[in-house]
């Protein structure tokens, strides 16, 4: 029994090798099925002339056989997946027809294998039919019922990845497609601005920066000096910096001080950049001649101070064309026009405004005056007709302040707040109000935006008051006409912030726009650069700018003509003449216009005219007789003193 028992496992073993390769045509669907029914066709029978243990053996090995057959069955069918064109109800319907063949076990005799294939083509043709599927029932052998089990998943998942993959493939297709769309942009050659702060050693330390709570820029910058309005006892002050005083300012450096409240506003005039004006909350604006190489002394005494407002004094804007015309706008919601030459308040705009004015802005030439105001109405006025041409109310629904500026074109940019307190920006059509041209929201914070327009580029940059970012945009005529570019971010938050006139940029390093950031101790600039390659002179960044000189005289101007900014170039840099400034300071702010008449007709106008101008001119007469009388006085006093010197050395 021991060596039968030996050599029957080596029989099975070598007859199911030898008798598998002879499938190898056969389809495998047949495989698996033959496989499957292999182990019916050596049953057990009255017949057979292997005894009871021998047969178990054999099953045995059979059972181990079928196992390993079946398994790399499966791996072949894995791999041929698109080949098998069955799903999981016709491996079940094949496991069907194995169990119904192993209930007939009751055969005397073992049938060949062919007609075993023979018989499962049959039947397989037969269960295409859906009436002829019967139920799958159980064996207690569990063996190949867990490799069917496997060899069912192994196909499952082979036809899952085949079916979704194609469906991926086409589905991504199109994403591809709207992202790259996505991704195309607008061309600009401001695009790719580069924003960078100055190092340490040019900041300008230790200053304390005002903090009273009133939206202006507390910072003012022209190419010779940076005006800070600064925290004083006991009444209002502002420092007066040349650019190359940098590092660390002393305390006791001299300060303009004539005001006895804070500094709401400064402004420093277009055509002087010695003279720059100060608005109050004592009610008052003064302007100021400073020396040319700046202070040496506390500066207390103004050259022109002007009084007509009840309250206090935030908004203060010169003229862009006309020399010595100066706009203020004060909490008592009126609008005042000054001529500083003689200190006389030419236009009082009032009942225009029936809350807090926000902002005021002159247009390109100077002809029309732009307004927001509390009660969020944007007002387009003619100052010298005294009406409003056009407004829009609520421009922005939000109560949080708004700012409103001119743009080269004619259109009106707006700042301000939505009804849900989003930042706004907008751009409107003057002689069309009643829509804008366009509304972009950008972000829930609380600073108010101040805006700094370039007429020369169209670019716009947005400063919020607490922000640590500035924000720039290029506004166009191509649709959505406000065009997002890009941001400058920096760690400290905002208090003010200062903006250069494109004439005190350096045109060498491609420089379209310098900010002083003002901290709470300290001045930082800010250089916004274009990346050129070349170091030639670029025209398309530097068009012709608005240059020092006035178009028309003050006068001119109030008599109703209008001058279109005089333009110069920045090919060789900006280069202010010496003793220029100096001398139109004294020219035009010390000494007292006279009113051009030549154009007026009539004999009485005439005559008028005459008689007054020689009553000013027998005043400046004495005027004169009485300086040369002092100054000979003085000379007298300085012989006796030198007199008194030499006899005290010897």
């Not at 019922?145 to 998942?157: D, G, N, R, S, Y």
């Not at 015309?325 to 308040?345: F, H, K, M, P, Q």
Request: with cysteine; proline share 6%.
């Amino acid at each position: 029994m021991t060596n039968e028992g030996k050599a029957t496992p080596n029989k099975c073993t070598s007859e199911t090798m030898t008798g598998l390769p002879q499938l190898t045509g056969i389809p495998v669907a047949v495989m698996v099925a033959a496989l499957s029914l292999v182990g019916t066709s050596i049953a057990p029978s009255e017949e057979s002339q292997y005894s009871l243990d021998n047969q178990s053996k054999d099953e045995k090995c059979l059972s181990q056989d079928v196992t390993m057959e079946t398994e790399h069955v499966s791996q072949q069918v894995t791999q041929s997946t698109p080949a098998v064109h069955s799903d999981e109800k016709s491996t079940q319907d094949k496991d069907e027809t194995a169990s119904d063949i192993e209930k007939h076990q009751d055969t005397p005799k073992s049938r060949p294998v062919s007609e075993l294939i023979k018989e499962n083509i049959l039947q397989q043709e037969k269960l295409k039919h859906p009436d002829l599927t019967k139920p799958l029932e159980t064996k207690p052998n569990g063996v190949l019922e867990q490799v069917q089990t496997v060899k069912v998943a192994q196909m499952l998942a082979a036809f899952d990845s085949h079916k979704k993959s194609p469906e991926k493939a086409l589905e991504r297709k199109p994403s591809v497609r709207k992202d790259m769309f996505k991704r195309v942009v607008r061309a600009s050659k401001f695009r790719h601005v580069f924003g960078q702060a100055v190092k340490n050693d040019q900041c300008y330390d230790d200053i304390r920066v005002s903090r009273v709570t009133w939206d202006s820029s507390f910072c003012a910058v022209n190419p010779k000096f940076v005006a800070l309005i600064i925290e004083a006892s006991g009444g209002g002050a502002f420092l007066v910096l040349p650019l190359h005083k940098t590092g660390r300012i002393d305390k006791a450096y001299p300060t303009v001080c004539g005001h006895t409240g804070p500094v709401l506003d400064i402004d420093w005039c277009p055509h002087n950049d010695q003279v720059i004006a100060s608005g109050s909350e004592d009610c008052t604006v003064m302007v100021w001649q400073i020396p040319e190489n700046g202070l040496v002394t506390n500066l207390s005494e103004p050259v022109v101070v002007l009084e007509g407002h009840s309250k206090r004094v935030g908004i203060i804007t010169w003229h862009p064309t006309a020399r010595n015309v100066l706009l203020s706008a004060g909490c008592d919601n009126l609008i005042i026009i000054w001529n500083v030459g003689t200190g006389e308040a030419m236009i009082q705009l009032e009942e225009m405004h029936p809350d807090v004015i926000f902002s005021a802005c002159w247009n390109r030439n100077g002809s029309l005056i732009c307004t927001a105001c509390k009660d969020k109405t944007i007002r387009i006025i003619d100052p010298r007709k005294e009406e409003v041409i056009g407004e829009k109310e609520k421009a922005h629904e939000g109560a949080r302040p708004m700012r409103a500026i001119f743009l080269s074109d004619g259109n009106i940019f707006t700042t301000g707040f939505s009804r849900m307190s989003e930042r706004q920006l907008a751009l409107w059509n003057p002689q069309a109000m009643d829509e804008p041209i366009t509304v972009h929201e950008m972000d829930t914070s609380n600073g108010v935006l101040l805006p700094f327009y370039d007429p020369d580029t169209s670019v716009v940059y947005l400063c919020g008051k607490g922000d640590s970012s500035i924000r720039y945009f290029e506004i166009t005529d191509e649709a959505p006409f406000v065009h997002y570019l890009n941001s400058f971010a920096s760690k400290e938050p905002q208090r003010g912030m200062g903006y250069m006139p494109k004439r005190g940029l350096d045109v060498n390093k491609c420089e379209i726009a310098r900010f002083y950031k003002l901290h709470e101790r300290k001045c930082e600039p800010i250089i916004m650069t274009v990346p050129r390659k070349s170091d030639l002179f670029q025209d398309d960044l530097y068009p012709d700018t608005a240059g020092p000189d006035c178009a028309i005289e003050a006068e001119d101007w109030f008599e109703g003509k209008d001058g279109e900014p005089i333009l110069i170039s920045l090919k060789n840099g900006y280069v202010p003449g010496k003793n220029r400034d100096l001398k139109v300071v004294k020219k035009n702010i010390l000494d007292n216009k006279l009113s051009n008449t030549t154009e007026k007709t009539g004999p009485a106008n005439k005559c008028a005219s005459s008689i007054k101008n020689e009553a000013k001119l027998e005043e400046v007469l004495k005027e004169i007789k009485s300086l040369k009388d002092l100054v000979s006085s003085q000379e007298k006093r300085i012989i006796q003193l030198e007199e008194q010197m030499s006899k005290i050395s010897i």
